[in-house]
């Protein structure tokens, strides 16, 4: 039969905290790269004189952003004035919405017409 003695019973003590803080510490990285995933999903990139995705599905509540990586300026408007039309963007910069009642939101950039998208809306 083995007896712990005291210093044994801290030493096991303090490898079970430890192995508690680095299993925690595991969750929560792939968390955040779970949430990471979410946010780029809901990312629409402004390049070439064209959106991509073209089109994304998102729940309602969910924030949508735009970024330009063109040189030249782009808008973000709905065409049936779903949500609030941007300020032309100019490279690197973002415009971010939250999405709305569920459905399917078309928008164009009003620089360049030809450059169309589409929001899905889920509840």
Known sequence: MITLTSKNK???????????????????GEMKDANDTT??????EIKDFAFNPQTITVKSGAKVT????????HTIVSVEKQFK??????????????AGTPGTYNYFCSVHPKMTGIIIIEK
């Open 66 to 73: 735009w970024i330009n990586r063109d040189e030249e300026p």
């Open 85 to 98: 039309k941007s300020t032309a963007l100019d490279t690197d910069q973002e415009f971010t919405i939250t």
């Open 39 to 44: 946010t780029k999903q809901d990312r629409i």
């Open 10 to 28: 801290m030493t096991a003590l303090l490898c079970g905290i430890s192995f508690l803080n680095l299993s925690l510490f595991a969750l929560a």
